[in-house]
Structure formats: structure tokens, C-alpha cells
């Protein structure tokens, strides 16, 4: 599989040129499959720019997905981790229960989980470790090198309390957002679709109607 990199300035055409390739090559090769990979919240316009660069104002074998959409079709194709996707509130409703759960373990942030902000600012804690893949060991190492600092010490250890936790209830039930990409990682090897595939992967789409020439 090759690899090519489109760069250059804000504003330099990189986008357009990326586009009319795509769409050009997706008409020379009506049987095989071209996804346009972008953020989330520029799927639909991403969409719509496409569709009206194309000569015929239609796209048939060209797909706008983000990265956690290819996760789900390719998820979808060859099976694998079928665990339900957790979002935002339910990761705040199981961290209160975990809370309540393992109160008496929790030698400082048990009285301040209950001031507004607390619970988000913990959850965000949480998400990151799961994000950077950091381990309880990791978190034990952070623990020993603030033995000088007790606060700090003290917060680690109800942290790492509720990692253990928060991660343990979540195993073989419900995947994070977080998870998605690992998740991804390991089914695409076997995803007969994206082996035949073309990706581009445009980090910052276009965001107004623009005139290609």
C-alpha cells in the first residue's frame, strides 16, 4: 500500500487537489471503494463539497466517515469487539457509582466529589489515562516519586482507586470512545473491504464553498 502526503500553507489548495483526485480516480474505478476520512462535526459538509465538485453531482463510490465511524463499518464487517460504546453521560453515571461504591477508599477526593465540576474534572483524568494507555503500574510509579508531596500523594491514590475501578466495570460490557481506535487497530487487518480501499485522511476540511482552477 502506498503513501502520499499532500502538504502545504493554510489555504494553498491541498484540500481541493486531494478532492478532484479522489473524485477523478473514483470515476476510472467505478469497483472499488474511497473513503475521505475527517473530524466528526465535518462529515455532512465534507459530504456536500464532494457532491458538488463531482461532474455528475454524485458520489457512488466515495464515503465520508470519521475515524470513529470506519472503526464501526469496518467493526461491523469482520465482528470482534462487540462491547456497547459508552458515551459522556454514561461515563459520568458509572464514575458516581464507582464513587459511591468505594467511598471509604477514597481518603480526599471522597468528600469532593460532590462539589460541582469535581466529578467532570475526574472523568476527564480518567479518559486521558485510558486515551495514553497509562497503567496502574505507571500510576503506582507516580504514587512512590510524590511521596514528598502528601496532597498529591494522596489525590494519585483515590485516582488510582477509581481507574481500577472505572476500568474493571467497564471490561467485557461497554468500550469507550476512547477504546475505539485500539479497537480499530486490530480488526482492520482482516476487513476484505479496506484492503482494496483508497483513504484519505484530510485533518482540516474545507470549510466554505471554494472554486477550483
Known amino acids: 500500500m502506498s503513501l502520499q502526503f499532500i502538504i502545504g500553507s493554510s489555504g494553498s489548495g491541498k484540500s481541493c487537489y486531494a478532492y478532484q483526485n479522489i473524485i477523478e480516480q473514483a470515476g476510472l474505478h467505478p469497483d472499488r471503494l474511497y473513503y475521505v476520512i475527517v473530524p466528526e462535526q465535518f462529515t455532512m459538509q465534507t459530504q456536500k463539497t464532494l457532491v458538488e465538485m463531482s461532474p455528475g453531482k454524485g458520489i457512488l463510490n466515495i464515503d465520508i466517515l ?45 468528600g469532593q466529589m460532590r462539589k460541582a465540576g469535581y466529578l467532570d474534572e475526574v472523568k476527564s483524568i480518567l479518559s486521558e489515562f485510558m486515551q495514553y494507555d497509562i497503567k496502574d503500574s505507571d500510576i503506582e510509579e507516580m504514587i512512590e516519586d510524590s511521596a514528598d508531596r502528601t496532597l498529591l500523594q494522596m489525590k494519585l491514590k483515590d485516582v488510582s482507586v477509581l481507574y481500577q475501578a472505572f476500568t474493571g466495570y467497564l471490561k467485557n460490557h461497554y468500550m469507550t470512545g476512547e477504546e475505539v481506535m485500539d479497537a480499530l487497530e486490530k480488526a482492520l487487518p482482516f476487513s476484505e473491504k479496506m484492503k482494496n480501499s483508497v483513504l484519505l485522511l484530510d485533518a482540516i476540511p474545507v470549510l466554505r464553498r471554494f472554486r477550483c482552477g
Open 66 to 110: 470519521s475515524f470513529e465511524r470506519l472503526a464501526y463499518r469496518v467493526l461491523e464487517e469482520v465482528g470482534g469487539d462487540s462491547r456497547a460504546l459508552l458515551e459522556e453521560t454514561g461515563k459520568s453515571m458509572v464514575l458516581q457509582k464507582m464513587v459511591q461504591q468505594h467511598g471509604k477508599d477514597l481518603s480526599y477526593l471522597g
